[in-house]
């Protein structure tokens, strides 16, 4: 039913008559323009993010066309930079894990059920532990372990497997330091999710230590990797209400909810290409 | 600093070219498209909704013409309606009262403040008890009290004071029901807000009968009045959480909190035309 | 670990006295209270509720003599009732669906994890979908078709599996009207879970009704099971904020992550006797 | 409606037979526990936590009786320490503020309607402009302003005026750092209410650099006042959902009605003796 369906993703810098140019090119090619965002990030000299539905017949078969109707136009005219994507091919996402199921499991059923517009051809693991959860799902799981002080061997053969094949990497609950070489070579985005507090607790043991400062809220956090571990843009966040009554370890069970479906929205709207980086923030449609 | 900025509202039947025919208009105007939303209710044969925010060199001046071109194209061609507004023209918003306060005081304060984008010209009740708080403000204070069997007539107090003076009524825990006559010769939209629950307890005593099922979370509702009572078009809508500790005097007051919270935010996207109503659904931008 | 810890649940009529009288006997018998939570529906001529944990050293071959003692000071002085609880022992929890996957994958996932203190002897459906997603958990599925006008023989069949082996049903998104004689004969509590609106959108398609009315929030009730179909006491809601961009479906996909989150919740409460019903209420502590 | 009702605070080293302890002391005086809360931080060796609510005929005639027993059983005995609360008996507080209105008008509107149970018996600001705002509530308002370099002396005329005459002070958006000398000598609890957000954005604008990484919450902390400048035990916290469309001062805008909330909160409980410190954590009962 997505069929004929296509999404634009338009941003760059701002001036007069960009929204018009690109709906009188989608128009002029037959295309009926089905949900249009836009923004500014300041009214005057800013940064123009648009993202644009639109149902055009036989898209497949007109797609280069309109491809090129929308360089002439978008990045030989204005200089903006655009991404054409037709709705009913999916993105072919890699997961990567480590020993906690939880976010993994949460992608897997959601992809089951439809939520998720995505393929899922690999699922990567530096522990053996989930590999028959994964497989259960008809997905290939492969063991690549990470041993210490030779990080850059695994990273290659993560790098083997991913190149060409994948369109995203999700990191669900990976917990090795993922280095800027590997980001810089895999050619995708990166997302990952991290728990969250207020204050932050750097380092270790974040959920006893948020405890002993009587926190009452946790939360977590979906960004796209940087090289700034931990700091890259932002995608989605939420939180759970914690009390004194809650162990640390109850803290990270709480907060093991909030992780799972704040990743499991950011892939959701990362597969539906709402989300547009601007340098270290973004721009959720 | 809202100087030479505008905002476009335009709904009705979706069909192709619309947001192109709008876009072009504007440039061919000399505005510059600020911020955009556009959606429709069903990609094939739905309603087509847009808000526009742009930027035009002597907006006021050049309204007339702008006005004019809008209407060749959008009414005259597309048969869509549409509304023209500047920004820096505030709405002007009478407040119905009764006793509560805390709806009140809440848009008073933001008023103050400059978070809300409007002028109040007068406060009626049917009670004097909140007067001095208003006043205090410098604005008006009618009471016009609503005896038993004789609402037509303080209705018609009512449209004296209202007509042509106003842009928006806002019930503020008004605990009188408005007729439909009323509505209809106010001319304007009228926004209330009202409690709710999961699941719904109607009639007298809501919180006592919700604390008799052991409700967990207490609500409130911003919708426009229409004549089903209570059951016109949500523009907005929260909860807060609650427990057996609280008596029912207690969620009442929890409530409350809620209320002001949920009827200030109404109010704030009404003001900035973010609200589209459409039969008795809205689209909130 | 939790060896000789036990739980008691103290409920009636309130008088002066009563916390004193219970921790004394729980002294005198040399147990030490880990945690205690009490209230009272009113400070004068309320309902007295009361839960307490405390540890036991040799718990089991001393829970007798404890009851016998707390048999005669709350039973016989106090008229009060009460549950003597030994935590390591785990409730038995049959689980009853239909097709939808979401909920029981949830509880399966948590109890396998740990976060659920139970085991499942079995899960029961009208229909055979989800049987190789229970298997899997090394749990059995029993399919008990529904037919028409013959729910009478379907509930028979439920209550010979169920008599005698289970301490709770939990109906995750179970979707046939449980009957009288059924919650009469079948000797445990059951747990629902619901859809919820505000306001509530009684009947068939309550989600594409929502939609038409403009709700912002769409939620979920968890609660116990009585003869008035979805009014039972209330143990557990939460919300989701939703909006115009989700068409019906998506509101309830949004639904059903609440819905999940929200059974497991009240599960968890009740498997750890943190739940007190009190007529058509209850007592979360 | 108050008079007769008693809080009793007790804390220290966990044992066997507390509760007990207190329960029968209470009732040996003839009290009736009307609302009791006990927690442990550890089952085994950990510190003990209960707040008990206590109803006792001519309780101000017996409180010096009641008193002695709780002392000889529990601090002799048992080595607890505790405070015993007339409930009737109101908090006297001081509200310090500086520019912003946003948390001083909800405390002082709650104190009006009854919702804080509380005297004001001034409020304290380094600038004028909220003066006349205080003084509508009959409130008596000071003007100290903080010279740069000249801290000490502004703190020496806050504790002339404090000392003696209050029970709390409440930071209500006051932008000046409090030296530990002045929470020394103040000698009452001192509550803050800082921003807050996730990640957390330590030093100079905030809201502008949350907003430069795409947060998706901004939130707020109510604390007990340290020497570790926003980093004492907290009380509550709270978040709201913002996105891109907000400028960092609506961000700020937002955060307002968090940090309002969450104050209002924390103070309410305060006032309640609901929140018992625990070195730099809380229980809040």
């Known amino acids: 039913m997505n069929e004929d369906y296509g999404r634009l993703i338009v941003q760059g810098a701002d001036r007069p008559g960009i929204v018009s140019s690109v709906s009188t090119v989608l128009a002029e ?5 089905v949900a249009l ?36 136009k978008l990045t030989d005219e204005f200089g903006l930079s655009y991404r054409l994507v037709e709705v009913k091919r999916h993105k072919r996402v890699a997961i990567l894990v480590s020993k906690a199921d939880h976010c993994l499991l ?6 089951r059920r439809g939520e998720l517009h995505m393929s899922i051809p690999m699922v990567i693991s530096n522990h053996p532990d989930l590999g028959d959860d994964v497989r259960q799902f008809g997905i290939p799981f492969f063991h690549v372990p990470v041993e210490k002080d030779k990080k850059a061997i695994a990273e290659k053969e993560h790098l083997n497997l991913l190149k060409g094949n994948v369109d995203l990497v999700v990191l669900a609950r990976y917990m090795q330091i993922v280095s800027g070489e590997f980001l810089d070579d895999v050619g995708v985005p990166v997302i990952n999710i991290h728990h969250s507090f207020l204050p932050a607790f750097m380092g270790a043991g974040p959920y006893q230590r948020a405890k002993e400062r009587g926190v009452k809220l946790v939360g977590a956090t979906a960004h796209y990797v940087t090289e700034d571990l931990d700091e890259g843009p932002i995608i989605e966040q939420d939180v759970i209400r914690v009390s004194h009554r809650e162990s640390a370890r109850e803290l990270q069970r709480k907060g093991a909810d909030v992780e799972r479906l704040v990743l499991s929205r950011a892939v959701a709207w990362h597969l539906d290409d709402r989300v547009i980086r601007d340098g270290n923030t973004t721009v959720v449609f």
């Open 29 to 33: 090619q037959g295309a009926n323009i």
């Open 37 to 72: 965002d836009q923004t500014s990030s300041d009214p005057s000299g800013g940064r123009f993010f648009q993202r644009t539905v639109f149902h055009l017949p036989d898209l497949s078969t007109r797609l280069a066309e309109l491809d090129h109707a929308l360089e002439q």
């Open 106 to 111: 949460d992608l897997l059923w959601r992809q």
